[in-house]
């Protein structure tokens, strides 16, 4: 078993779509829980990042940690063409040595 | 701005033919990795290092090599490439959890 999964997709949605984004995981040292957006050809940039369990909102992106159930979220309001990339959720122990990716979702919005 | 400049973009090269790429940042972070990431598996770390000649090994490191000799530099060496190494490839440099990735190598060994 992968330390992290995420469904690879693809998820095609239209736009305006609320898009949710999901990770399990299975190792319960993980502290730090981010999010990364990959366009084609390009490398992973940092999208979300959050400590712990909790919310936390930035524009029309929401990032989700539920510690106890071992699974993070990523929801995307009101969707955009220019949202179309990969997502990647990765995660950190406390000493931010051991950054583990998901596989990454492939995301869609068709205008 | 801020950079991780990796080079080059795109190689092809044949099998046992040493390599290395090159990778540079401009942000004065101590801690460098290197990153594969291959269809279905994401991104798996093969090097890390925590500052100058300190480096050691992430989750993939067969067949390969790196150096730390500067801290703005972090090399990927493949001293005899081989065909399951073809991958696209990413150096990264981090502070306090967040990771800034160069924009990948695309290596293709024959």
């Known amino acids: 078993q992968k330390e992290v999964e995420q469904d690879p997709g693809p998820l095609s949605v239209p736009e305006g779509a609320i898009v949710s984004l999901n990770c399990t995981y299975s190792n319960s040292a993980f502290q730090y829980f981010m999010w990364y957006r990959q366009y084609s050809r390009k490398g992973p940039e940092l999208l979300m990042y959050?400590?712990?369990?909790g919310n936390k909102e930035d524009g029309r992106f929401t990032a989700q940690v539920d510690k106890s159930s071992k699974y993070i979220s990523l929801f995307i309001r009101d969707s955009q063409p220019s949202d179309s990339a990969t997502y990647l959720c990765a995660m950190d122990n406390e000493y931010g040595n051991k950054l583990v990716f998901g596989a990454g979702t492939i995301l869609r919005v068709k205008s | 701005e801020a950079q991780v400049t990796q080079n080059p973009r795109y190689l092809i090269t044949v099998t046992g033919k040493k390599l290395t790429v090159t990778c540079s940042q401009n942000?004065?972070?101590?801690?460098m990795s290197w990153y594969r990431q291959d269809p279905g598996l994401g991104l798996r770390q093969i090097y890390y290092?925590?500052?100058?000649?300190?480096?050691d090994k992430g989750d993939v490191p067969e067949g390969y090599k790196v150096s730390r000799k500067e801290k703005r530099n972090f090399p990927l060496i493949l001293e005899s490439p081989s065909p399951n190494q073809t991958s696209l490839y990413f150096c990264?440099?981090?502070?306090?959890?967040?990771?800034?990735f160069g924009q990948g190598t695309r290596l293709t060994v024959v």
């Open positions: 990264a440099s981090s502070a306090q959890n967040e990771a800034f």
């Open positions: 942000m004065n972070h101590e801690y």
């Open positions: 290092s925590m500052n100058v000649e300190v480096t």
């Open positions: 959050t400590y712990s369990s």
